[in-house]
């Protein structure tokens, strides 16, 4: 789950929604460690196989912690309001980046989102949360008409259009040739067929399957080609539209299709592409985000959440501490030398003369006898298997050593194990998390 998504810390307490809510009380189910027959926090969660429970609890998360009273037809797809969250939260975060990078801040933000849905739950969440403005579109009719009523059920006409398009239209042709918008969000249809979508075969026969039922019409679920063929479409307008749009991002329901998405988008030379992976539960997705925009570095191609920037190769020297041209070669030869010493490489100083004023600096004429830079972790896990194997050998010859408790000093202190997840279905660790999927060529 996202860092910022208020489930993340906080589950809901289904009794309290109920109350707020009291249609959805028929579906509470009491926990079996909750025996008393006093009501207390968390005592009840509901059936998430059941699709009108579903339906209930997403109406009343929507209600009681943003303000926002939806209906959602029987026969169209129950949208999870964490996992949904999750994706208003990375955009903020792909935003927020613009933002700094080009102090934009308080201006007004556009989106839009293809294939809304019935309960336009995307532009609804968006504008309750952050304020933003939405163009939303639907290629179903009767998704569209349920889609513009919740937005008129929330006053929320002059921020969210609703807006029905044909099956060949993605972008081009749904949005306007003289508006520039900030980001293009989708949630795609994740399967082929109905075999595709069954029999399962969009998850790996290790993993169980997810507790909740599957709701959604075929026009939300299927697609000919599946979502692999859904946002090349979406690729092959952004070709063409490029920085008319800052940001085109879609989700993904299968991990092997992050690979082959990011895959094509090397292939057209796109110049920055971000990925991200959310984890809520037993349910995983992934998002995929790319831009035409200028002015990034070439280190920002294909970055995941898990991938870490290498450490910068200059070092700055602030202007208040150059007292003299010396002063200032002193400090950066003072750093180099720690530096050169942590990799184990012999240098020789020499002095030589710069040009300018006739001023001087210093050359280091530097030779590395062994490799101490490469496979650092495999060094470090090597060193510490030794230690623990010469602290063994100690402790079966009798030898005295030192032991440390837990909570002292030294090791930190208690670590409070376990702490509680933030989903509906798991007590696991649930964090927005990433994995190398696509490399640069």
Not at 123 to 150: C, K, M, R
Not at 315 to 340: G, Y
Request: with cysteine; proline share 5%.
């Amino acid at each position: 789950m996202h860092p910022r998504n208020r489930y993340r810390e906080h589950k809901p307490d289904f009794l309290d929604l109920a109350r707020h809510r009291p249609s959805l009380m028929p579906y509470l189910v009491r926990k079996k460690a909750s025996s008393s027959s006093e009501p207390a926090p968390y005592s009840h969660t509901v059936d998430f196989s059941n699709p009108e429970a579903l339906r209930e609890l997403a109406c009343a998360l929507l209600s009681k912690d943003f303000g926002l009273e939806v209906v959602l037809p029987e026969d169209r797809l129950v949208p999870m309001v964490p996992q949904r969250l999750n994706y208003i939260h990375w955009l903020e975060d792909l935003l927020m980046e613009e933002t700094e990078r080009e102090g934009e801040e308080g201006k007004k933000v556009l989106g839009v989102d293809i294939g809304t849905g019935a309960s336009c739950i995307y532009p609804l969440l968006g504008t309750a949360v952050n304020g933003w403005h939405f163009l939303a579109t639907e290629v179903d009719g009767a998704s569209v008409q349920s889609a513009s009523d919740n937005v008129t059920r929330n006053n929320l006409q002059d921020k969210i259009s609703v807006v029905k398009v044909s099956l060949e239209t993605v972008l081009i042709g749904a949005v306007c040739e003289s508006q520039h918008y900030d980001f293009v969000m989708c949630n795609p249809p994740f399967y082929t067929d109905k075999k595709d979508r069954y029999e399962g075969s969009q998850r790996t026969s290790h993993r169980p399957a997810p507790p909740t039922f599957s709701t959604g019409s075929e026009v939300e679920t299927m697609v000919e080609g599946g979502e692999v063929e859904f946002v090349r479409r979406i690729i092959s307008d952004s070709l063409t539209l490029r920085t008319q749009i800052r940001w085109y991002t879609s989700m993904l329901g299968k991990k092997a299709n992050m690979k082959t998405i990011c895959q094509e988008l090397k292939k057209h030379q796109v110049p920055v592409v971000r990925w991200t992976q959310f984890v809520q539960g037993k349910t995983h997705r992934w998002a995929v985000a790319w831009t035409f925009a200028d002015g990034r570095g070439e280190e920002s191609l294909f970055l995941g959440p898990g991938r870490k920037k290498s450490q910068p190769l200059a070092l700055s020297v602030p202007h208040e501490r150059m007292e003299t041209a010396a002063s200032a070669v002193e400090r950066v030869l003072h750093q180099l030398k720690a530096s050169l010493g942590e990799l184990k490489i012999e240098f020789e100083r020499e002095a030589v003369e710069m040009g300018g004023e006739g001023g001087r600096g210093c050359q280091l004429a530097c030779e590395a006898r062994t490799n101490t830079w490469s496979h650092q972790r495999k060094r470090k896990r090597l060193k510490q298997r030794l230690e623990e194997q010469a602290q063994q050998t100690k402790l079966q010859s009798g030898e005295s050593v030192q032991t440390l408790q837990p909570g002292t000093e030294e090791d930190g202190g208690g670590g409070g194990g376990g702490g509680g997840g933030g989903g509906f279905e798991s007590r696991e660790e649930n964090a927005v998390k990433g994995n190398e999927v696509c490399s640069r060529g």
